[in-house]
């Protein structure tokens, strides 16, 4: 087969580069997200993790063009099915929210109207992107109610907000996100406040989104076993900027950035002893404006040394095959501890000597 023949690769349904969102603060711009970039699959799922203050939500909402502060300042490139999403018109946004991209909000209680129904709010949804009567809108609202398994949908569509439990409001919030077929839902912390049997049928709901409505999902968390469960592939965020990236089963079982390592570590383990504590990492991420010079995780890194402290990676260097960290260790042939392979948590001290002691566990004791 020649070469002007060959079938082209399949684009990505996302393919963000670069992005930053900068907010201005004491006459200067503060960098909130710093080069950010990922790519999401037609159909895949991809989990946005990180501690409260990552910057998981604004990326998401810099995504949505929903980010109107006076002054910020929106950077880099995010092509949706080939379409530039950063600097589009917000009357081109509106075309493609809720028709094309849909966003499961944070919280259910106040991404609805508490004063109109459920049903009118998806109706409206329905009837904005699609030529559809109010009668044939409100049959696929209460059948898109039906498939996300709330009880007696048609009663349902005509309560208010305040008159459904979390766990409903959610499933409503996810009937809204999907009533128009979206190929692109970003659910930011879907499972938040609900108790875990809610949260593992709303996770049943999202992992089966790709097979009953083609749907790609962008999945914001802060928890690694949600990620565990239920992404293909997982991108850690660290104080705005990208820690790891990978597939989920790599970054899992061979994380490459000590901040990986850590929110792993805190999760509890399904086999072995059980520990009297779970490892916690001291300290709290940095505020924007006060960030150290070197890597931003440097003051809460136990393999934090002399390279860590000058400036930022300036890229991501290779883990695995499709995995990469921001992090010098794997740039210097110096792979993490294995992460509780016999049981042991990786308590080594903060040195500022080169890192060839941290090669193995042993070393550490």
Not at 92 to 107: N, P, T
Not at 155 to 162: E, V
Request: overall charge neutral; proline content about 11%; some cysteine.
């Amino acid at each position: 087969m020649h070469a002007d023949t060959m079938p082209s690769p399949a684009l990505p349904l996302l393919d963000v580069r670069n992005l930053c969102v900068s907010f201005p603060s004491g006459g200067r711009l503060i960098p909130i997200v710093e080069n950010v970039s990922f790519t999401l699959a037609e159909q895949e799922i991809l989990g946005l993790v990180g501690e409260s203050g990552s910057g998981k939500s604004v990326t998401a909402m810099a995504l949505m063009g929903l980010i109107d502060s006076p002054g910020v300042v929106i950077t880099g490139s995010a092509l949706f099915r080939g379409q530039e999403l950063v600097g589009l018109p917000q009357k081109q946004l509106r075309r493609l929210r809720g028709r094309q991209i849909a966003m499961i909000f944070q919280d259910p209680m106040t991404a609805f109207t508490p004063v109109y129904t459920i049903g009118w709010q998806i109706d409206e949804q329905i009837r904005a992107h699609e030529k559809l009567s109010r009668k044939q809108a409100r049959a696929r609202t209460v059948q898109l109610l039906g498939e996300m398994g709330v009880p007696d949908p048609a009663r349902t569509a005509d309560r208010y907000p305040h008159q459904l439990s979390g766990g409903l409001r959610q499933r409503a919030m996810i009937a809204m996100a999907l009533s128009c077929n979206p190929a692109l839902l970003i659910a930011d912390e879907p499972t938040t406040a609900l108790d875990v049997t809610v949260q593992a049928q709303i996770l049943d709901l999202i992992r089966n989104l790709r097979t009953s409505h083609g749907s790609s999902v962008l999945l914001i968390t802060h928890d690694m076993g949600v990620v565990a469960e239920t992404c293909d592939a997982t991108l850690v965020l660290y104080s705005g900027r990208v820690a790891e990236t990978g597939p989920t089963a790599d970054v899992f079982a061979r994380p490459g950035h000590p901040y990986t390592t850590a929110l792993l570590a805190s999760i509890p383990p399904l086999y072995g002893a059980r520990p009297d504590r779970l490892p916690a990492i001291a300290g709290a991420p940095p505020a924007p404006l006060h960030r150290p010079a070197g890597c931003a995780f440097g003051p809460r890194c136990q393999f934090v040394h002399t390279p860590c402290l000058a400036a930022p990676p300036p890229a991501l260097f290779a883990v695995g095959p499709s995995q990469a960290a921001a992090c010098v260790l794997p740039a210097e042939g110096t792979p993490l501890p294995p992460r509780l392979t016999e049981g042991a948590v990786v308590t080594a001290p903060v040195s500022s000597q080169p890192p060839a002691q941290f090669s193995s566990p042993e070393a550490q004791s």
